[in-house]
């Protein structure tokens, strides 16, 4: 059963956390019910009929009446944390219709997802047309990573000094010849390396040296591994269905650390969520990349601490870290992993150079100021993507103790979304919850 921690983890936000305490009195809610698979309740708001909120506690999942955009909203996590507090609270019995409808819909279709598995990937109606449009956009990239390649020729003969933000208006030309090569991966990463022209010229060439390699892979792409063909198709922006993902790999089944979770506004009314996960038998580093739009939430809901049973797919790969979860269990609270945290970055990167970002657990670290936050461990000092706030607040929180931090890595810094003092213990800070 999750716990009041727990609960509260799974905020978007600080002030949705708080609004939920503010929303636990049992007057607020004239009903509550729960059963092993769902909690339920109304809770009365500003007008003239209740709030019918409920929580599938397979995901956990939400759904609210009210018209809030957050997710979960306050009234699914004050009827949690109701329920986390004393269950005695809550009637039995069987739930109410709107209840029963709604999970009746979850359950249909997560059958229809298992039979469009199990039937595997579906032939194309023509797969002579198919082949032959695959040929045909193969030959649209081929051509603009030669004329990308020569761009870039062009950028490093006159040298970074000389390019300016006035000149990101070419870089954007550029940009748009790639997506109508349909190479938008390719595209996206020259804008970010345009986004820090002037200011992080390490950062630019970084980039530009990353385009470079993927033209060139782009030119002996028949002769790389399928794993290596199938990263270069991600970084170009070659789309992979879920359904086809889950039909052609291989289940790995284990015990999954949650490691942390952070979920950003990528662009207006889309959410982006990355959930790091870690298999505490397998070793295996695993990210649930989800995306939610127009303030419609996430079907299922993450909290970093917690173990889950389940069966992970991951994305063909010569690094497999991006994967799918078809069904999990909650099974308690996880241990941080205690092993080479170097080494293993170092393969993942060797085997596939295209990734931006690395799960890192950074063990025993102790936080410094010095030419920016660092946190240091083992001899090394890691630079670290934290606001003055967060900073102090994880500071505050680890009372000058040496922490376990949990984050993104992107080649440069660590950004910490998690914080344990013990391994075996619930995180005691987490970006964005306190």
């Known amino acids: 059963m999750l716990t009041t921690e727990a609960v509260l983890a799974l905020a978007p936000d600080a002030a949705s956390a708080k609004a939920a305490q503010g929303l636990i009195a049992p007057a607020q809610w004239p009903l509550r019910g729960a059963d092993d698979h769902a909690v339920w309740g109304e809770c009365q708001g500003s007008g003239s009929k209740p709030y019918q909120t409920q929580v599938d506690l397979a995901g956990p999942a939400f759904r609210c009446t009210c018209p809030s955009r957050k997710f979960p909203c306050k009234h699914g996590l004050a009827l949690l944390l109701m329920r986390a507090q004393d269950g005695t609270a809550f009637s039995g019995g069987p739930p109410p219709a709107w209840v029963t409808e709604w999970l009746t819909t979850r359950a249909e279709k997560a059958q229809k997802q298992d039979a469009r598995v199990a039937a595997g990937p579906q032939a194309p109606a023509d797969p002579e047309a198919a082949a032959k449009r695959e040929a045909q956009r193969w030959q649209r990239i081929e051509a603009a990573c030669e004329d990308l390649s020569r761009w870039l020729a062009d950028m490093l003969s006159q040298g970074l000094g000389a390019v300016n933000p006035a000149a990101v208006a070419a870089w954007q030309t550029m940009a748009a010849r790639l997506v109508d090569a349909q190479a938008p991966g390719l595209a996206q990463r020259l804008r970010e390396a345009a986004a820090r022209i002037g200011d992080a010229p390490e950062h630019t060439l970084a980039r530009l040296a990353m385009l470079q390699l993927a033209c060139d892979g782009v030119a002996r792409r028949h002769t790389l591994p399928a794993a290596e063909q199938a990263d270069l198709r991600t970084l170009l922006g070659w789309p992979l269905e879920r359904a086809d993902v889950l039909a052609q790999g291989t289940p790995l089944a284990?015990?999954?650390?949650?490691?942390?979770?952070?979920?950003?506004?990528?662009?207006?009314?889309?959410?982006?969520?990355?959930?790091?996960?870690?298999?505490?038998?397998?070793?295996?580093?695993?990210?649930?990349?989800?995306?939610?739009?127009?303030?419609?939430?996430?079907?299922?809901?993450?909290?970093?601490?917690?173990?889950?049973?389940?069966?992970?797919?991951?994305?063909?790969?010569?690094?497999?870290?991006?994967?799918?979860?078809?069904?999990?269990?909650?099974?308690?609270?996880?241990?941080?992993?205690?092993?080479?945290?170097?080494?293993?970055?170092?393969?993942?990167?060797?085997?596939?150079?295209?990734?931006?970002?690395?799960?890192?657990?950074?063990?025993?670290?102790?936080?410094?100021?010095?030419?920016?936050?660092?946190?240091?461990?083992?001899?090394?000092?890691?630079?670290?993507?934290?606001?003055?706030?967060?900073?102090?607040?994880?500071?505050?929180?680890?009372?000058?103790?040496?922490?376990?931090?949990?984050?993104?890595?992107?080649?440069?810094?660590?950004?910490?979304?998690?914080?344990?003092?013990?391994?075996?213990?619930?995180?005691?800070?987490?970006?964005?919850?306190?």
């Open 254 to 434: 284990d015990r999954w650390c949650v490691l942390a979770v952070a979920q950003e506004e990528r662009e207006p009314k889309l959410m982006e969520r990355r959930v790091w996960l870690h298999g505490q038998r397998s070793g295996q580093r695993a990210l649930l990349l989800d995306h939610a739009f127009a303030g419609k939430g996430f079907e299922h809901s993450w909290v970093p601490g917690i173990a889950i049973d389940a069966a992970l797919v991951f994305y063909p790969s010569a690094a497999p870290l991006r994967a799918v979860c078809d069904a999990s269990t909650v099974a308690g609270i996880a241990s941080l992993p205690d092993d080479d945290e170097w080494q293993r970055l170092a393969g993942r990167v060797a085997a596939n150079p295209f990734t931006l970002l690395h799960p890192v657990v950074w063990r025993d670290a102790v936080m410094v100021q010095g030419n920016g936050w660092q946190a240091v461990a083992g001899g090394r000092a890691l630079h670290l993507a934290l606001d003055p706030a967060d900073a102090w607040a994880l500071q505050a929180r680890g009372g000058g103790r040496p922490l376990h931090l949990a984050g993104e890595w992107d080649g440069h810094r660590l950004a910490p979304l998690t914080a344990w003092a013990d391994s075996a213990q619930p995180p005691l800070w987490q970006r964005g919850a306190s």
